[in-house]
């Protein structure tokens, strides 16, 4: 295929080009080295970073980040940081922090995604639509959706939720960081009303060694993966890593096959001085079925009578699965750069990168051939390039020992070029390429669309009182350009955003913290969105948030505390529209105002046991009457509860060790919710469960950590849907739901994800 051609070419560039930046990267921070330790060693605030050296970094960078820059008691054990069996952390940042760190992430599931470490955090309700993270899913957050939350790896963004997989494979992750209705200045995001979610990756071992694991599972689950560490190569102060994971897996509703191959490749060099560069790279290659997404009539068939509605293996039926498929390439590049300049002065650069094509295939009915006769048409939502480069510049100076100011510049280009080409089918019944000439019947409609972004930020972290009051204040001025262009012309449109944020901690005593939050946040159409906005239909307009946020914290010996309130007001509020073969179209719903009340609570551990709860109230209320443009009528949607905003979130973990046995059990509760604007049409609440249970042996020769655990998903066998498809105007209107089982546009409603049926996957891994 073109496409794979083209990848190949990339990816020869791409290592000439990391070979040539690392280089750079060497030399300007080696200069910058020396002319720093000639002078006075370094501010207070650069001699924490300085006083780490490589091997400790992995252990103690969490430390640090949750304490602030300035503080200098650091620890050396991650239980020290964690509570419930590293389901909750000690946090010190001036703004609502939820994570998941390493420790509960190696009880979970290898194929897990991040969406699954952090289903059991208060501010979230998590949607999948299968149990080995294949195909993503959806995230509920306050009123909000993943949509609304900006997601990066390394602190640079990445994949949406829905293809979250390609970012990193689960083992190199090592801790998940919610940052709910909050994002900090200097970040480059776009869409962060609703947060942020940063994944940080594997930290390369300061010795050669590596990590393998084998898990097989229900559903045919079949998965492999290794990583090698370089340890320091020579006497570099350059460490590295590489892993490869292969998953194979069939389709748990239905029929149908699922393959996934994966890349991750690290490389991190540190300086006496505090300066250092890191190199994240991951490539995914997916060929996937794309499932069917149940009306609510059809669910409860199936949870009445068994009914399935999922794909067919008949390859005469127009549901057959090879008929319905996803074929993926994506590649991903996280560099960041912190170079300390002066005893005062430093620079970071955060360039990104990704790359990804590929196509969706459907039934798209039947064509009449030269000779009169009929052949059945496959429909494709094509892919040329779907592109994001984009670069942070930040230069940070010590004013004085309290403040430290920095300003800097973002700049962010994405791009899609996306066509709907249509080919006769193979006589298998299969979709073929749609590059292949063979079977071509008509290129299709052929869009584009984009977005660039020029942005400049300052922002002031100041200290007072002996380090007890904390204040964080930070302004950015983002200038977005988006275009988009189809067979019938072009659009676009010029937009300012002014995001202004304060934040404010002060630390009571050794226990306790108090902090207040306060910003202004936007979200704007993805570019891969618009390509299915004809320019007959304009532009929505950008959606703006104002949040507030008060909270207390506390943790001792025995327990980690963190109580929130909030406040939302999001004007010209954007949703988004489920077409079918996984795309979605935005449209504007007016404005919404959510509030309540976040609560976590963890323990220490006891008796080898550490539990865990957490609890969200939101008051989520639609604030605008909406018109609907497919029945012609104004909804009266005002006062009603606002779309995909649970009142209640519940959960609760225990987490058990002794000796080397291990074992995990969580609970997650999801209260009933509208999944329409006007409110007509409603999903009850749900319960979804996990339970993993595990040894860790004692070495045996190379195999330093050889451990075997069972993981659990659905325990209960509950048929429940987890959440809607995406939001529709009205339960009375026909055109917003597409059911690939039956004919196109049928029925009334919206659709759904539901849990999968019970799993189980066995593992065995170890250290080496």
């Given at each position: 295929?073109?496409?794979?051609?083209?990848?190949?070419?990339?990816?020869?560039?791409?290592?000439?080009?990391?070979?040539?930046?690392?280089?750079?990267?060497?030399?300007?921070?080696?200069?910058a080295?020396?002319?720093?330790?000639s002078?006075?060693?370094?501010?207070?605030?650069?001699?924490?970073?300085?006083?780490?050296?490589a091997?400790d970094?992995?252990?103690?960078?969490?430390?640090?980040?949750a304490?602030?820059?300035?503080?200098?008691?650091?620890?050396?054990?991650?239980?020290?940081?964690?509570g419930?069996?590293?389901?909750m952390?000690?946090e010190?940042?001036?703004?609502n922090?939820?994570?998941?760190?390493?420790?509960?992430?190696?009880?979970r599931?290898p194929s897990?995604?991040?969406?699954?470490?952090?289903?059991?955090?208060?501010?979230?309700?998590?949607?999948?639509?299968?149990?080995?993270?294949m195909?993503?899913?959806?995230?509920?957050?306050r009123?909000?959706?993943?949509?609304?939350m900006?997601?990066?790896?390394?602190?640079?963004?990445?994949?949406?939720?829905?293809?979250?997989?390609?970012?990193?494979?689960?083992?190199?992750?090592?801790?998940v960081?919610?940052?709910?209705?909050?994002?900090?200045?200097?970040?480059?995001?776009?869409?962060?009303?609703?947060?942020?979610?940063?994944?940080?990756?594997?930290?390369?071992?300061?010795?050669?060694?590596?990590?393998?694991?084998?898990?097989?599972?229900?559903?045919?689950?079949?998965?492999e993966?290794?990583?090698?560490?370089?340890?320091?190569?020579?006497?570099?102060?350059v460490?590295?890593?590489?892993s490869?994971?292969?998953?194979?897996?069939?389709?748990?509703?239905?029929?149908?096959?699922?393959?996934?191959?994966?890349?991750?490749?690290?490389l991190?060099?540190?300086?006496?001085n505090?300066?250092?560069?890191k190199?994240?790279?991951?490539?995914?290659?997916?060929?996937?079925?794309?499932?069917?997404?149940?009306t609510?009539?059809?669910f409860?068939k199936?949870k009445?009578?068994?009914e399935?509605?999922?794909r067919?293996a008949?390859?005469?039926?127009?549901?057959?699965?090879k008929n319905?498929?996803?074929?993926?390439?994506?590649?991903?590049?996280?560099?960041?750069?912190?170079?300390v300049?002066?005893?005062?002065?430093?620079f970071?650069?955060?360039?990104y990168?990704?790359?990804g094509?590929?196509?969706d295939?459907?039934?798209g009915g039947t064509?009449?051939?030269a000779?009169?006769?009929t052949?059945n048409?496959?429909?494709?939502?094509?892919?040329?390039?779907?592109?994001?480069?984009?670069?942070?510049?930040?230069?940070?100076?010590?004013?004085?020992?309290?403040?430290?100011v920095s300003?800097?510049?973002?700049?962010?280009?994405?791009?899609?070029?996306?066509?709907?080409?249509?080919?006769?089918?193979m006589e298998?019944g299969?979709?073929?390429?749609?590059?292949?000439a063979?079977y071509l019947i008509?290129?299709?409609?052929?869009q584009?669309a984009?977005?660039?972004?020029?942005?400049l930020?300052?922002?002031d972290?100041?200290?007072?009182l002996?380090?007890?009051?904390?204040?964080?204040?930070?302004?950015?001025?983002?200038?977005?350009?988006?275009?988009?262009?189809?067979?019938?012309?072009?659009?676009a449109n010029?937009?300012?955003?002014?995001?202004?944020?304060l934040s404010?901690g002060?630390t009571?005593?050794?226990?306790s913290?108090?902090?207040l939050?306060?910003?202004?946040?936007?979200?704007?159409?993805?570019?891969?969105?618009?390509?299915?906005?004809?320019?007959?239909?304009?532009?929505?307009?950008?959606?703006?948030?104002?949040?507030?946020?008060?909270?207390?914290?506390?943790?001792?010996?025995?327990?980690?505390?963190?109580a929130s309130?909030?406040?939302?007001?999001?004007?010209?509020?954007?949703?988004?529209?489920?077409?079918g073969?996984?795309?979605?179209?935005p449209?504007?719903?007016?404005?919404?105002?959510?509030?309540?009340?976040?609560?976590?609570i963890?323990?220490?551990?006891?008796h080898?046991?550490?539990p865990?709860?957490?609890?969200?109230?939101?008051?989520?209320?639609?604030?605008?009457?909406?018109?609907?443009?497919?029945?012609?009528?104004?909804?009266?949607?005002?006062?009603t509860?606002?779309?995909?905003?649970?009142r209640?979130l519940?959960?609760?973990?225990l987490?058990?060790?002794?000796?080397?046995?291990?074992?995990n059990?969580?609970?997650?509760?999801?209260?009933?919710?509208?999944?329409?604007?006007?409110g007509d049409?409603?999903?009850?609440?749900?319960?979804?469960n996990?339970?993993?249970?595990?040894y860790?042996f004692?070495?045996?020769?190379?195999?330093?950590?050889p451990?075997?655990?069972?993981?659990?998903?659905?325990?209960?066998g509950s048929?429940?849907?987890?959440?809607?498809?995406?939001?529709?105007?009205s339960?009375?209107?026909?055109?917003t739901?597409?059911?690939?089982?039956?004919?196109?546009?049928?029925g009334?409603?919206?659709s759904f994800?539901?849990?999968?049926?019970?799993?189980m996957?066995?593992?065995?891994?170890?250290?080496?």
């Open positions: 295929m073109a496409c794979i051609s083209g990848r190949t070419q990339f990816k020869a560039g791409l290592a000439v080009l990391l070979t040539s930046a690392t280089c750079l990267a060497q030399n300007v921070v080696l200069a080295t020396q002319s720093a330790v002078g006075d060693r370094h501010s207070k605030r650069h001699t924490v970073s300085a006083g780490r050296n091997a970094r992995h252990v103690t960078r969490n430390a640090v980040e304490r602030g820059e300035e503080q200098i008691s650091v620890t050396t054990s991650r239980q020290a940081l964690n419930g069996g590293g389901m952390r000690i010190h940042a001036p703004r922090v939820q994570t998941v760190d390493h420790e509960y992430i190696s009880m599931n897990s995604t991040a969406l699954d470490l952090i289903q059991n955090l208060p501010s979230v309700s998590i949607s999948t639509p299968d149990p080995y993270g195909q993503g899913g959806q995230i509920q957050s009123g909000l959706t993943d949509l609304d900006a997601l990066l790896v390394d602190g640079a963004p990445a994949a949406a939720a829905k293809y979250i997989t390609e970012n990193i494979d689960t083992e190199n992750v090592e801790s960081s919610l940052t709910p209705g909050s994002s900090e200045t200097a970040l480059p995001v776009m869409s962060a009303a609703s947060g942020t979610m940063n994944e940080t990756t594997h930290t390369p071992d300061k010795k050669f060694g590596g990590l393998v694991d084998f898990s097989y599972g229900t559903n045919n689950l079949s998965r993966f290794i990583r090698v560490d370089t340890g320091e190569i020579g006497h570099s102060g460490r590295g890593y590489f490869f994971s292969n998953t194979h897996t069939r389709s748990w509703m239905g029929a149908g096959i699922n393959d996934r191959r994966h890349i991750d490749f690290g991190n060099k540190t300086w006496q505090g300066s250092f560069a190199t994240f790279v991951s490539w995914n290659w997916e060929d996937f079925m794309i499932d069917n997404y149940p609510q009539q059809e409860y199936y009445h009578t068994g399935g509605y999922g067919s008949n390859s005469n039926n127009i549901n057959y699965w319905n498929t996803d074929y993926w390439n994506q590649v991903f590049i996280s560099a960041p750069i912190h170079i300049l002066t005893r005062r002065l430093a970071d650069l955060q360039p990168y990704s790359l094509k590929g196509w295939a459907s039934p064509a009449t051939q000779d009169g006769s052949r048409v496959t429909s494709y939502f094509l892919q040329g390039a779907t592109e994001r480069r984009g670069a942070v510049a930040k230069l940070g100076f010590d004013v004085d020992r309290h403040n430290h300003f800097g510049y973002w700049y962010e280009n994405n791009y899609t070029q996306q066509s709907y080409p249509t080919s006769y089918t298998s299969a979709a073929p390429s749609p590059n292949a063979t008509d290129a299709g409609d052929q584009n984009g977005t660039e972004i020029h942005s930020f300052i922002e972290h100041a200290k007072y002996n380090d007890k009051l904390d204040i964080q204040a930070g302004f950015k001025f983002v200038m977005a350009n988006t275009w988009n262009k189809d067979l019938y012309g072009r659009m010029n937009r300012t955003e002014p995001l202004p944020q404010v002060y009571i005593d050794e226990h913290q108090i902090y939050n306060a910003e202004g946040d936007y979200r704007q159409p993805s570019a891969v969105d618009l390509g299915w906005l004809y320019t007959s239909v304009p532009i929505p307009k950008n959606q703006y948030s104002i949040k507030e946020e008060l909270g207390y914290r506390y943790h001792d010996q025995h327990i980690i505390l963190d309130f909030f406040n939302y007001n999001v004007t010209n509020r954007i949703v988004n529209q489920y077409l073969m996984n795309q979605f179209k449209f504007s719903i007016g404005n919404q105002h959510m509030r309540g009340l976040d609560f976590m963890s323990g220490r551990p006891i080898g046991f550490s865990y709860a957490s609890v969200e109230y939101l008051h989520a209320v639609q604030d605008s009457n909406v018109f609907d443009p497919y029945t012609n009528v104004m909804l009266n949607s005002k006062g509860q606002a779309i995909m905003a649970p209640i519940a959960n609760f973990g987490t058990y060790k002794y000796a080397g046995f291990f074992g059990a969580s609970l997650h509760y999801t209260g009933p919710q509208s999944v329409s604007v006007a049409q409603r999903m009850p609440g749900f319960v979804t996990t339970i993993s249970l595990g860790r004692k070495p045996i020769g190379i195999a330093q950590s451990t075997i655990k069972l993981n659990f998903a659905n325990v209960t048929i429940v849907r987890t959440g809607a498809m995406g939001a529709i105007y339960a009375k209107d026909p055109s739901v597409y059911s690939g089982s039956l004919a196109p546009y049928t009334y409603g919206n994800m539901t849990a999968a049926r019970f799993t996957t066995g593992t065995v891994s170890t250290s080496f």
